[in-house]
Structure formats: structure tokens, C-alpha cells
């Protein structure tokens, strides 16, 4: 395949992120941040799994670099804990980490989050790298800098902000990615495509079959149009204070349905898509155009989503309730409208809610 390779920046209040995403992504980037890294210690946190199957590149971006060590941590959410910080943060400082260090955040969403946090802490921040190598880290987690661990009574509770030097969105090595994870990360881009960009609702519409297939030459396109549309989001409000929220689009329940059916039993992306049927559902009588909600859930029918696990209405509206309870302004809800368009802080009356969870779980649970 010919490379098809987009460069753009993201701009914040610390400077500029460099965004490579495409098929050749890397060897463009490893070409522009060697000399950066000359002379620099790096530290790769990594999984076993994405060392084996992908590891051979790093060394191709540490050409000149005075070292590099690999610091494997779990697989999947069990990397995102306080005892995996900490005895990362113990190995930098044994192995020399200095404030010039770079960490090199090689792997999913998990070991993103948990490489920014712990680089964004380590001598009071050094800088970091995000080298995405699952679709949904691609597409969404690698971008925007928020990093986070989490706590046995709640994900993502410990974090910090810490925006990447650089991103590297390398789309071969989505070849390896499993169709599961192909899929929620799909969700993602769907998603980003229905509150900011219609030309890539349009696209994943009219591309379904080979994005699901994990051909390269459609995945390419997606990537850097879902992570540019994010990027612009992040560059207007880099801290959530307010734009940022409609990232949040199928979110609110998908978070209350990712912790009932315990972490690691749904995929992020598969809850995600849950509950951006249920924000559909909201918005039917808020203002969605009527074709656009109808595109929306006939393209969802297609990703086919598993049905979710038998799940107790009470309880997940005891976990929506904590998360209005955590946000001093109430729960508001982020609701489509219409391609690239939607609405945020939507307040829905309580009885609503408890009626529409009651229903849509009906629909939406295995037999
Ligand atoms: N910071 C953010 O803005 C943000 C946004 C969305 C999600 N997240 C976080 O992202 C995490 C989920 O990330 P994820 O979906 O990427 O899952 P993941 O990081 O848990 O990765 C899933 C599995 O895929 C493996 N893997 C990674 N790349 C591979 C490849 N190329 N080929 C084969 N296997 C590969 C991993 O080793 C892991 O075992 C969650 O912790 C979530 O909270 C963060």
C-alpha cells in the first residue's frame, strides 16, 4: 500500500502537539523526531502483546537517543492502577529518568492514559509521546491529553491533563487489531462524525464493510479525520470547560453501563454504542431530524453491537444518579441533532430517565 499520511497540530496553552495519522505515519514521524530525541534516555511503556507484535519499530525512533528501555506493564484496564504507576515511576528514577526523558506511550487506550498520567507526574511532568496502536486510541483516547488511572471503587477518578509532544497514529498496525476491538473503536469515529463531522458520518456510512474488515486503505481516512475533528474540539477548550462536553455524545449511560456490567465485560466502544442509541432515543422529540436519527440507528444495526447483559434497571439508575451527583451543575445531557450537530446540557426530567432506561434496556439486553 502507498502511504497516505496527514500532518496537523494542535495548539494549547504549553505549545503545539504534532499529529501523524495514516498508513506510513511512523516512518514520516520517526524521519521528523529523531533529531528531538538525540542524545534523550526513553522509556517505552508497553504490553506484552504490542511489543511482540510491533516492538521492532522503536528502535527506529530512538536511533540517536542515549537509551532506550521497555517497561512492560498488563494488558488491557489492569495497567491503569496505582501500584502500576508507582512501580513505573520507581524505574524511571532507577534507571535515571531526568526531566529531559521522554516517555514513549506504546500501546491502547489503557497504556495511553496510563503513560501520560504517569509522565505528566514524574518530576513534576516530562514530556510524552503517544504512539496509538488500537482504534479507539487512534481515533479518540491518544488526543487531547487527558490522562487517568483508576481507583477499585472507580475508573478514570485519579488523573491529570498532560498534552503529548507528539502523536503517532500508525494505521498498519491496526492489521493485528481483533474485529471486537476494530468495532468499538469504530463507535468512537461514529460518534465524532455525528456531533462534528458529516462528511465522515458520510464516509464511515458509505465504508462500513471494509472499516469493519480492517482494510488499511479505508481505516487511513477515518483515523485522520475523526482525530483532526477531535483535535479542534480540544484546541477551543482544552480542559472541558464547556465544547469539549460534546465528546461526551452516548457517554452518559455508556459510563453507567460499562460499570454495572463490571469493567472489562463491555468493550468501551460497544457501551458507547448503547448509549448513543439512548441519546437518539432522548433526542426524538428534542429536535433531531427525523432522517438523521434513522441514519444514525441503521448504521449502529450494521456494526452490530452485542446485545448487553441482563443488567438491573435500579442499579443503573442509582450509577446514573452518582454521576449527577459528581457534577455540581447536574447531569446534562449531550443529544443529536442533526449531522455535526448537537446540543449540550440538555436537562430530561427524572421520571423520564427512570421510564426510558426501563424500556431501552428491554430492547436492548440478550435472551
Ligand atoms: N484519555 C482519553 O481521552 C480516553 C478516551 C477514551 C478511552 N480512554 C481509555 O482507553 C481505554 C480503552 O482503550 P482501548 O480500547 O484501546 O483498549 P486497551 O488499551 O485496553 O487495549 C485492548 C487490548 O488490545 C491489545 N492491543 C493493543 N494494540 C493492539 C494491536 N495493534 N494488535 C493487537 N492487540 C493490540 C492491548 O494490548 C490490550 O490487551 C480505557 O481505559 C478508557 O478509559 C481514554
Not at 103 to 109: D, E, Y
Not at 232 to 254: C, F, M, Q, S, Y
Not at 272 to 291: I, S
Request: glycine fraction near 12%.
Amino acid at each position: 500500500m502507498t502511504p497516505s499520511v496527514e500532518l496537523f497540530e494542535l495548539r494549547h496553552g504549553r505549545g503545539t502537539t504534532r499529529h501523524w495519522a495514516g498508513w506510513g505515519a511512523f516512518d514520516e514521524a520517526a524521519a521528523a523526531l529523531a533529531p528531538e530525541l538525540a542524545g534523550r534516555a526513553l522509556f517505552a511503556v508497553s504490553t506484552p502483546r504490542v511489543l511482540g507484535l510491533h516492538g521492532g519499530v522503536l528502535e527506529r525512533l530512538a536511533a540517536g537517543a542515549a537509551s532506550l528501555h521497555r517497561l512492560e506493564v498488563p494488558e488491557g484496564e489492569a495497567a491503569k492502577s496505582l501500584e502500576v504507576a508507582s512501580g513505573l515511576w520507581r524505574r524511571l528514577s532507577a534507571l535515571g529518568g531526568k526531566r529531559d526523558s521522554r516517555l514513549l506511550a506504546f500501546g491502547g487506550g489503557s497504556v495511553g492514559d496510563l503513560g501520560g498520567f504517569v509522565a505528566g507526574a514524574f518530576l513534576r511532568g516530562i514530556g510524552v509521546l503517544q504512539l496509538p496502536t488500537t482504534l479507539l486510541a487512534q481515533v479518540d483516547a491518544s488526543i487531547g491529553g487527558k490522562t487517568a488511572i483508576d481507583l477499585p471503587e472507580a475508573k478514570n477518578v485519579v488523573g491529570l491533563f498532560h498534552q503529548p509532544l507528539a502523536v503517532v497514529a500508525e494505521t498498519a498496525w491496526l492489521t493485528t487489531l481483533p474485529a471486537s476491538e476494530l468495532r468499538s473503536g469504530l463507535v468512537e469515529a461514529i460518534k465524532t462524525g455525528m456531533a462534528l463531522d458529516p462528511e465522515l458520518f458520510e464516509r464511515i456510512e458509505r465504508d462500513l464493510p471494509r472499516l469493519v474488515g480492517g482494510d488499511p486503505g479505508a481505516l487511513a481516512p477515518v483515523v485522520a479525520a475523526a482525530a483532526r475533528a477531535k483535535a479542534g474540539v480540544v484546541e477551543r477548550d482544552p480542559e472541558e470547560a464547556g465544547e469539549r462536553e460534546i465528546l461526551n455524545l452516548g457517554h452518559t449511560l455508556g459510563h453507567a453501563l460499562e460499570s454495572a456490567s463490571g469493567y472489562g465485560r463491555l468493550l468501551h466502544g460497544d457501551a458507547v454504542a448503547h448509549g448513543l442509541r439512548f441519546a437518539l432515543r432522548l433526542a426524538a422529540n428534542r429536535g433531531l431530524d427525523p432522517g438523521f436519527g434513522a441514519r444514525c440507528l441503521q448504521l449502529l444495526d450494521r456494526l452490530a453491537v452485542p446485545p448487553l447483559p441482563p443488567l438491573a434497571v435500579d442499579d443503573l439508575l442509582e450509577r446514573l444518579a452518582r454521576d449527577k451527583k459528581a457534577r455540581e451543575r447536574g447531569l446534562g445531557w449531550v443529544l443529536p441533532l442533526a449531522p455535526g450537530r448537537v446540543r449540550r446540557g440538555v436537562v430530561v426530567a427524572g421520571e423520564e430517565i427512570v421510564r426510558e432506561v426501563a424500556r431501552f434496556l428491554e430492547g436492548a439486553t440478550a435472551r
